[in-house]
Each structure stands twice: as C-alpha cells, then as structure tokens.
C-alpha cells in the first residue's frame, strides 16, 4: 500500500542487509540519523535476543509505524498503554522514511513488527534470507485503501460516471505518485489497465506522500494525484480544493482493484518461531486497541485527527471511525488471522505487478500456523 517495487528486491538492498551490514550503518541509510540512535538508544528498544523468553514476562519490542488510519491502531496502543498492559516494552514507535526502509529495519532485526503494503511484504519475503524474511501474521484491512484526487484547475466526471470514465479523463495529464515503482503507481498502472488504456495515456510523476502532494497540486504541476491511505486521500482533496475523483474500494471499481487486503501485519520469521507468544500479544494488543474505536469513537476521532492529520481535519477523522466501524472492522478475523484464500488472492496480484516470481509466495510458508484462519 505505501511502498511497492515492480520487479525483484526494493531499492536492491535488502540482500545487502543478509551480508553484515552494520545496524548502524543502517539506521544511518534509512534515514532515521544520529539524533534517533542516539536518543534513549533506538535498537536498546529493539526485541530479538535480547527480551525475556518467559511467558508473562515483559518483552522489548520495536514497532514501525507512520501516521495516518492504517497505523491508527498502533497510535492508540502507544497513547492508552495498551502495549504494557500485554506485557510489551514499546517506549516510541519508530519512523523510517518509507515502507521500503521499514522493511530493510526489519530484515536487519532492528524492528520486530510492522504492518504494512501487503505487496511489499511478499516481494521483501521473497528476495530475504530465510530466517530473516518477513513473514504475515495477520491482515488489518482487507479492502483497498487508494483513491485518486483530481485537482481544482480540470473538469472531472461526476461522482456516479463509470470507472471506464473517470479513468478516461485522466488521459494527457499528469498523475502524481509517491515514487515510482511504489503501490500508488503499481495500482494506478492496474486501474488504467482493466479501463482499457496503457500506462503511455498518463505521465506518471514521482511527488513523495501526502505532504509533497499537495503542494504540487496547488502548484499545477499535477493534475491529479494516487492517495495511499482513506483518510489521506480526503485529506487532499480536502487541502487542495480537489475533486475524489476514484475511491478504488467503492462498488463501481472492479473486484480486481477492489478486492485487495492492503494492510498486512509482519514480523521477522525468526520471531515468529522463537517467540510465538510475543508476536500473539502483540496481535492482542492490536485487537485491543480496534476495540477501543468502537468503544470511544469522539476519542478515536480526536486521536486520528491529532496524530495523523495535523488537527486540521476533524470532519475527515470522524468520518474514518464511522468508516472503519462499519466497513473495515466487521471483516477482520480475530487477531486479525489471515485465510488462504486471502493470501493468495494478494501473491496473484504481487505475481500479475511482477513483485515476485511464481511459486516465490506459498501460504505456509509466509504464514505461521498459529496466524492461520
């Protein structure tokens, strides 16, 4: 959903991270500095081998996170201390650059858990050491997150044309993603496709995420622009003066694009063998924390808004907790298992973006038993 790269190992780093690459040599790579390693000692909160082993007993563990709604659930284990009530040790979550890097942490064993594009996660397993591979314990959304914001200066269809339309008045403009090769621009390739087009009848332009987004809209240098996250997407437009011009999860999208389980919750398969129960309080806290939304839903609001939209968007955030009790928590399983038929659904897909190869993805071994719906 936030990172996706089209063809082999994303940033072609990640088999470098299997050869002795310095966790600090890393952390410096991803972005995240000396400021972060040297604040109350970044990897010191890092899990791994050094956490108890004991049931009940507290254990450190790293959590990767961004703002926005498909990191919500870990922002309000962070803001309740619901992690310490499930004997976790999480002071801060850390914030990588991109999903990309968040993985590279993980594989290093720098971060122990991560919930994340669900492509991503099966092109890093892929083209990972065993061992250190990511592997999928859960799914926290199993509908698409992306939609497509037109800007203020274009005619757009209206909001009950076809998709086949409002995919067509995209034709000669120029569509922002958040990097080429990443989920937006792999979904917008899909969507152009199954309307019949080419990749050619748009120029696709790398921007960055949502704060780069929009002033490049304001700016005219897009026409429109691939959000990542729901409430991103109506941030935007929001922002921008702009037009939604696609929501790829409303009925008229095709199944294809619609029937997508973008958020997928990862840890490093080591962990998952090693300490099965950890990994599972963390599932629990996870569970907890989706509770919490249906049970205090003016709080979750304002928690969303703070956190993942700068407090300027308190219309947009009570309308995501509206969405996510209706639409998105009555899908998933408890603990947020993950079914076959959904995991192979998602590795068609990585197949078809050509994230990884055939037969690279098999549901045994990306999924722990204990994960397994």
Same mark, same amino acid.
């Given at each position: 959903?936030?990172?996706?790269?089209?063809?082999?190992?994303?940033?072609?780093?990640?088999?470098?991270?299997?050869?002795?690459?310095?966790?600090?040599?890393?952390?410096?790579?991803?972005?995240?500095?000396? &400021?972060?390693?040297?604040?109350?000692?970044?990897?010191?909160?890092?899990?791994?081998?050094?956490?108890?082993?004991?049931?009940?007993?507290?254990? #450190?563990?790293?959590?990767?996170?961004?703002?926005?709604?498909?990191?919500?659930?870990?922002?309000?284990?962070?803001?309740?201390?619901?992690?310490?009530?499930?004997?976790?040790?999480?002071?801060?979550?850390?914030?990588?650059?991109?999903?990309?890097? &968040?993985?590279?942490?993980?594989?290093?064993?720098?971060? *122990?858990?991560?919930?994340? *594009?669900?492509?991503?996660?099966?092109?890093?397993? %892929?083209?990972?050491?065993?061992?250190?591979?990511?592997?999928?314990?859960?799914?926290?959304?199993?509908?698409?997150?992306?939609?497509?914001?037109?800007?203020?200066?274009?005619?757009?269809? &209206?909001?009950?044309?076809?998709?086949?339309? #409002?995919?067509?008045?995209?034709?000669?403009?120029?569509?922002?993603?958040?990097?080429?090769?990443?989920?937006? *621009?792999?979904?917008?390739?899909?969507?152009?496709?199954?309307?019949?087009?080419?990749?050619?009848?748009?120029?696709?332009?790398?921007?960055?995420?949502?704060?780069?987004?929009?002033?490049?809209?304001?700016?005219?240098?897009?026409?429109?622009?691939?959000?990542?996250?729901?409430?991103?997407?109506?941030?935007?437009?929001?922002?921008?003066?702009?037009?939604?011009?696609?929501?790829?999860?409303?009925?008229?999208?095709?199944?294809?694009?619609?029937?997508?389980?973008?958020?997928?919750?990862?840890?490093?398969?080591?962990?998952?063998?090693?300490?099965?129960?950890?990994?599972?309080?963390?599932?629990? %806290?996870?569970?907890?924390?989706?509770?919490?939304?249906?049970?205090?839903?003016?709080? &979750?609001?304002?928690?969303?808004?703070?956190?993942?939209?700068?407090?300027?968007?308190?219309?947009?955030?009570?309308?995501?907790? #509206?969405?996510?009790?209706?639409?998105?928590?009555?899908?998933?399983?408890?603990?947020?298992?993950?079914?076959?038929?959904?995991?192979?659904?998602?590795?068609?897909?990585?197949?078809?973006?050509?994230?990884?190869?055939?037969?690279?993805?098999?549901?045994?071994?990306?999924?722990?038993?204990? %994960?397994?719906?």
């Amino acid at each position: 959903m936030f990172e996706s790269q089209n063809g082999g190992l994303p940033l072609g780093g990640l088999r470098a991270l299997n050869n002795g690459v310095s966790r600090r040599s890393l952390l410096r790579y991803a972005g995240l500095g000396a &400021a972060a390693f040297g604040s109350a000692s970044l990897l010191a909160a890092c899990g791994g081998k050094d956490a108890p082993a004991a049931l009940g007993a507290t254990h #450190k563990f790293a959590v990767a996170a961004f703002p926005g709604d498909a990191y919500f659930l870990d922002t309000i284990n962070l803001e309740n201390k619901i992690y310490a009530q499930h004997q976790l040790e999480v002071p801060k979550h850390i914030t990588p650059q991109s999903g990309v890097q &968040a993985f590279q942490l993980l594989v290093a064993g720098a971060v *122990d858990g991560y919930a994340a *594009d669900t492509g991503l996660l099966m092109a890093t397993h %892929a083209n990972s050491s065993k061992g250190k591979r990511p592997v999928l314990v859960g799914f926290r959304n199993l509908e698409t997150t992306y939609g497509i914001v037109g800007g203020p200066d274009s005619q757009w269809p &209206a909001a009950d044309a076809s998709f086949e339309e #409002k995919m067509h008045s995209l034709k000669g403009k120029m569509i922002g993603v958040t990097a080429v090769g990443a989920g937006g *621009d792999l979904q917008l390739r899909l969507a152009l496709e199954l309307a019949g087009m080419k990749a050619g009848d748009v120029t696709v332009l790398a921007v960055g995420p949502t704060a780069q987004a929009i002033p490049n809209i304001k700016a005219k240098r897009i026409d429109a622009y691939v959000g990542v996250q729901w409430t991103a997407t109506r941030f935007i437009a929001k922002e921008t003066a702009g037009t939604i011009l696609l929501d790829f999860a409303e009925a008229s999208a095709p199944e294809l694009l619609r029937n997508q389980a973008v958020v997928a919750i990862a840890v490093r398969e080591e962990t998952a063998q090693q300490q099965p129960e950890v990994v599972q309080s963390w599932l629990a %806290a996870q569970e907890a924390a989706s509770k919490w939304v249906g049970e205090n839903t003016e709080a &979750a609001a304002k928690l969303l808004n703070d956190n993942g939209l700068g407090g300027n968007a308190p219309e947009i955030a009570t309308e995501y907790v #509206k969405h996510y009790g209706a639409d998105v928590q009555p899908k998933l399983s408890p603990l947020f298992k993950a079914t076959k038929e959904t995991v192979e659904n998602m590795a068609e897909l990585a197949l078809r973006f050509g994230s990884v190869k055939k037969g690279n993805i098999t549901y045994e071994q990306l999924v722990p038993e204990f %994960a397994r719906a």
